[in-house]
C-alpha cells in the first residue's frame, strides 16, 4: 500500500510555505562572495532577507561584515533583541519574517532543514510527529520528534519545539519517497514508525499510549513491507509489534511478523526492558515474557 500524502503544518494553523526554510535560498557564503564589506549587521540581515535567504551562521557573518567577532556577535544580540533573529541552535540565526514574530520563531519543519545542514547531520520525523502525519495521533502537543545519530538537546524557539532522539543505525530506517511527503522533510515510513513506536516506548506516552497508537496506525502499514522492514531493527521490537497488534485486533497484521519472530528471535525479549522477566507469562508465539499490564 502507497502511503498517504502528508502535509506539514505549524502548530498555529498558518499554511506552511511553498518551500521550507531549509529551501530558502542558500547561503550567506554566496552573499559574502559577491558584496563588498558591509557597514551594519541590520544592513547584513536586510540584504539577505532580499535575496530570499533567511538563515546564517555567525562566522558568515563575521566575514560579510569585516569586523571583530565580539562587534558582530554584539549586533546581532541586539537584533535578537528587537526580534528580527531567532537562534535555535548556537551560531545558527533565523532571520524572522513579520508573520512568525506573534510565535517568536517560524515552525520547526521550517528552519530543520537548512539548521541539520549545517550541522551536517542525517535525520527524520519519526515517533509520535510520524505517526500523527498518518493520522494515527489526533493532537500531539509536544515536541516535534526527530531522530538522530547523536544525542542532541531539545530545541525551545518561541513556540517551536523539538525533540532529538538517538538512533545510530537510522541510516537503514526506510523513508517516505521525497515527492509522497510536502514540507521537504523526511519522514519515517509507516512500518518503520511502527517497530519505532515500540523501541522507544518511554519518550512515546508509555506501553499504553503506544498501544492506543498503534491501533490508529494499522490501517496504513502494508503486510509486505511490515516484513521486509522488521530484520532492520533490533528483533525484540518486532517480538513487542506482534504482541501489541495482537492485543490491539490487528491480528492480521501480527501474523505476518510470526515467521520473522521464530526465525530470527533467540530468546524470550521482555515486553518492557526495565523490568524483571522473572516469574512473567511467557508466550512461544512471540518468544516475549509479558513482564507488565497494559
Request: charged content about 25%.
Amino acid at each position: 500500500m502507497r502511503a498517504a500524502r502528508v502535509r506539514l503544518q505549524p502548530r498555529d494553523g498558518a499554511p506552511v510555505r511553498p518551500e521550507p526554510l531549509g529551501a530558502w535560498k542558500s547561503s550567506a557564503g554566496t552573499l559574502r562572495a559577491s558584496c563588498t564589506v558591509m557597514a551594519s549587521a541590520s544592513d547584513y540581515v536586510a540584504e539577505l532577507a532580499a535575496r530570499g535567504t533567511y538563515h546564517f551562521t555567525t562566522e558568515e557573518a563575521i566575514a560579510a561584515l569585516g569586523q571583530p567577532i565580539s562587534r558582530v556577535r554584539a549586533a546581532l544580540r541586539r537584533l535578537k533583541a528587537k526580534g528580527e533573529l531567532v537562534d535555535p541552535h548556537r551560531s545558527f540565526h533565523i532571520i524572522l519574517p513579520p508573520e512568525y514574530r506573534g510565535a517568536g520563531c517560524p515552525p520547526a519543519e521550517a528552519f530543520l532543514p537548512p539548521l541539520m545542514q549545517h550541522l551536517h547531520e542525517q535525520y527524520y520525523v519519526a515517533l509520535l510527529s510520524a505517526a500523527k502525519l498518518y493520522g494515527a495521533v489526533d493532537e500531539h502537543d509536544h515536541y516535534l520528534q526527530i531522530m538522530a545519530r547523536l544525542n542532541r538537546k531539545p530545541i525551545d524557539c518561541g513556540k517551536s519545539r523539538v525533540q532529538f532522539v538517538r538512533r545510530k543505525d537510522l541510516d537503514r530506517t526506510p523513508l517516505l519517497e521525497r515527492d509522497e511527503v510536502e514540507g521537504g522533510l523526511p519522514v519515517a515510513s509507516p512500518e518503520a514508525t511502527a517497530l519505532e513506536l515500540v523501541g522507544y516506548v518511554d519518550q512515546c506516552g508509555g506501553l499504553a499510549n503506544v498501544v492506543s497508537v498503534l491501533s490508529e496506525l494499522a490501517d496504513a502499514l502494508d503486510p509486505e513491507k511490515l516484513v521486509s522492514v522488521a530484520p532492520l531493527s533490533p528483533i525484540a521490537w518486532t517480538q513487542r509489534l506482534g504482541y501489541l497488534l495482537d492485543v490491539s485486533d490487528n491480528r492480521g497484521l501480527a501474523n505476518v511478523l510470526v515467521p520473522v519472530v521464530q526465525e530470527l528471535a533467540c530468546d524470550f525479549a521482555p515486553l518492557v526492558r526495565a523490568l524483571p522477566k522473572g516469574g512473567a507469562k511467557r508466550l512461544s508465539r512471540w518468544k516475549l515474557a509479558v513482564n507488565a499490564r497494559l
